[in-house]
């Protein structure tokens, strides 16, 4: 199921428009729990962004309509299972899009 998913992703992202090169596009994947600072027990999150652009509009996560910087929501509670990625940002978006077992741990841990 992953692979499906991640198949249909990339071939959605083959399908873009895109002129934007590879540089302006930010980073492929990202360590959330380095780049956060995230304290908690499980490993980190690698979080992929270029699978999630080639699905949805910068501005679902980040203020600008160009993508980087500032994110949509503060995140400011950055301990433990409860910490603002999961009640604040992933687990609404994943609700909202009807990501498999988007709340189940093992879908991003």
Known sequence: MKKTCIYLALLAFSALPFSASADDMGPETMDLKERFKVEGKKKAVIFPHRQHQASLECVKCHVSPQGGGNLN????????????????????CHQEMNV???RSCNTCH
Do not use: Y
């Open 100 to 102: 498999p077992k988007g």
């Open 73 to 92: 929501v503060e995140i400011a509670n950055l301990k433990g299972t409860r910490n603002d990625f999961h009640t604040k940002f992933c687990w609404p």
